[in-house]
C-alpha cells in the first residue's frame, strides 16, 4: 500500500493507494471513526451492488450503517439526488458526530462530499474512490453538483477525512470508464510534468496498456500533482485553476450532450485540451504538433472529436454560463510547452473562428 498527505487549510488527510486497502478500512481510519453515532455510505446502482455490502463489513459492528443508492451517472449529480440524500440524512438521524462515506466516481464523490458539505452546515466524509477518474475527484475538496443551466454551478469546498483508493475495484471498470479517468491523468502530466508526459506517450499506446498494471505506479505521481496544486492554492485563487485545462470546452461538451452517458467527462476533457492546444497555436503562444496529440488520444480510443450537431455560437453561449467564465469573458487554460500551463481570456470571435475552422464533425453554416 502507498500513502500520500494533502495539506488543506482545514485539515491534513491521508490518501492511502494500493489493492485491498477497502478491507483495512476500520484499522485505517481508526481514530477518525472514534465516537461516530452513524454511518452513511451513498453510492450508486452499479458500485453499491459491487462493493457497499465490501465497505458496510469493513466497519466495526457497533456503528450503525445504512446504505443510499442513487441511479449511476453524472444525471444524479442533481438537485432532486441531492435533496433526497439530505432527506436520507435527516429520516437516519445522521448528527453532527455521524460520518458519510462517498462509494463511487466523481459523480458520488462530488455529490456525497456537498451533501456532507452542507448537512447541519458540515459533517465529515470519507472518499472510496472506485473509477480511475476518482484518483483526481476524490483528492481536493471541490464538492457540487449540476445545474440545468451548467456543470458544477452549485457547490462548496469541504475536504475529506482521509481517501482510501482500493485498485482492485478499478477491476471491474468498462473500458470506456478507464479511458475517461486517463483523460485527467493525461492532464495531470500536461501542465505539470514533461517527464510524466513524455512516459505515458512512451508507454501508453492502448486501452490495454491503461488497463494493465503498467499505470498502477504512476497513480500516486498523478494524485501528488494534484495535491501539491491543492496545498499551495486550496481555493483556486491562482494555479489551482490549471487544473481546469480542457475543461471550458470540455463542460460545454458535457453540458450539451445532456449529462446521460453519451459522452463521458474525460471524453469531453480530451477533446477540450485539444482544442485549447489549437487556441494558444492560433495566439502564437505555443507550437503543439496537435494531429500529434490528437493520433496519441485515437490510438486510445478517445473520440477527440468536438460533437456534431451543435453550432460555434452555441458552444460559445454555453461556455459563457461556465463558472470559469468572469462578466461573460471566456477564460482559457493554454499550455504553452509541457509543464507550462498559462490562463488566458480569448476573444470571443477567434474562438467562434476556430470552432468553426475545426471541421472534425461540427456542424457548418454556423
Ligand atoms: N471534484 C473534483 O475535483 C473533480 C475533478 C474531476 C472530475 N470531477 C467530476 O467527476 C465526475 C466524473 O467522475 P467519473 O468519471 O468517476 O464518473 P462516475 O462516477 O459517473 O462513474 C462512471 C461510471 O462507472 C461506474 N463505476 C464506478 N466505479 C465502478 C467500478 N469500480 N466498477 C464498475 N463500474 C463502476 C459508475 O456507476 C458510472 O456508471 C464528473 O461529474 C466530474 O465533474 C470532479
Known amino acids: 500500500m502507498e500513502q500520500l498527505t ?4 482545514a485539515q491534513s488527510y491521508p490518501v492511502y493507494i494500493g489493492e485491498n486497502v477497502l478491507h483495512q478500512t476500520e484499522s485505517l481510519l481508526k481514530e477518525k471513526l472514534a465516537g461516530k453515532s452513524k454511518a452513511m455510505i451513498i453510492t450508486d446502482t452499479n ?4 462493493y457497499a455490502e465490501d465497505l458496510r463489513l469493513c466497519l466495526d459492528p457497533m456503528l450503525p450503517v445504512c446504505v443510499e443508492t442513487v441511479p449511476n451517472g453524472e444525471s444524479a449529480k442533481s438537485l432532486a439526488s441531492y435533496e433526497r440524500l439530505l432527506t436520507a440524512c435527516i429520516r437516519e438521524g445522521l448528527d453532527r458526530q455521524s460520518i458519510i462515506f462517498a462509494l463511487g466516481g466523481g459523480v458520488i464523490g462530488d455529490l ?7 448537512y447541519m452546515r458540515g459533517i465529515p466524509f470519507v472518499q ?4 480511475l477518474l476518482a484518483h483526481d475527484s476524490s483528492v481536493g475538496g471541490k464538492t457540487g453538483i449540476n445545474h440545468e443551466l451548467g456543470k458544477n454551478l452549485i457547490g462548496a469546498f469541504h475536504q475529506p477525512s482521509a481517501v482510501l483508493y482500493d485498485t482492485q475495484t478499478l477491476m471491474t471498470l468498462p473500458d470506456r470508464e478507464w479511458r475517461s479517468g486517463f483523460a485527467e491523468m493525461i492532464k495531470h502530466a500536461y501542465i505539470n510534468d514533461s517527464e510524466f508526459l513524455q512516459w505515458l506517450k512512451e508507454n501508453v499506446r492502448s486501452i490495454e496498456d491503461i488497463k494493465t498494471n503498467k499505470i498502477r505506479p504512476f497513480l500516486k505521481r498523478s494524485i501528488a500533482v494534484k495535491a501539491d496544486i491543492v496545498k499551495e492554492d486550496e481555493k483556486e485563487a491562482g494555479v489551482r485553476a490549471y487544473l481546469n485545462f480542457g475543461h471550458t470546452l470540455g463542460h460545454a461538451i458535457e453540458k450539451l450532450a445532456g449529462y446521460n452517458g453519451d459522452v ?3 471524453e469531453a476533457v480530451a477533446a477540450g485540451m485539444m482544442f485549447a492546444m489549437r487556441v494558444s497555436n492560433y495566439l502564437g503562444l505555443s507550437n503543439w504538433d496537435v494531429e500529434e496529440e490528437v493520433k496519441w488520444l485515437e490510438a ?3 473520440p477527440v472529436n468536438i460533437p456534431a450537431g451543435f453550432s460555434a455560437q452555441t458552444f460559445i453561449e454555453t461556455m459563457k454560463k461556465d463558472k470559469k467564465a468572469t462578466s461573460g ?3 482559457f487554460v493554454l499550455v504553452e510547452k509541457p509543464g507550462c500551463p498559462l490562463l488566458k481570456t480569448v476573444e470571443e470571435h477567434l474562438l467562434y473562428e ?3 475552422n475545426d471541421k472534425r464533425g461540427m456542424t457548418s453554416g454556423d
Not at 47 to 50: I, M, S
Open 128 to 131: 472510496v474512490p472506485t473509477t
Open 6 to 9: 494533502v495539506h488543506a487549510s
Open 264 to 266: 463521458t467527462h474525460g
Open 300 to 302: 486510445l480510443g478517445f
Open 112 to 118: 456525497a462530499g456537498f451533501v456532507a458539505a452542507t
Open 329 to 331: 469573458q471566456l477564460t
Open 47 to 50: 458500485v453499491g451492488e459491487l
Open 354 to 356: 476556430l470552432l468553426n
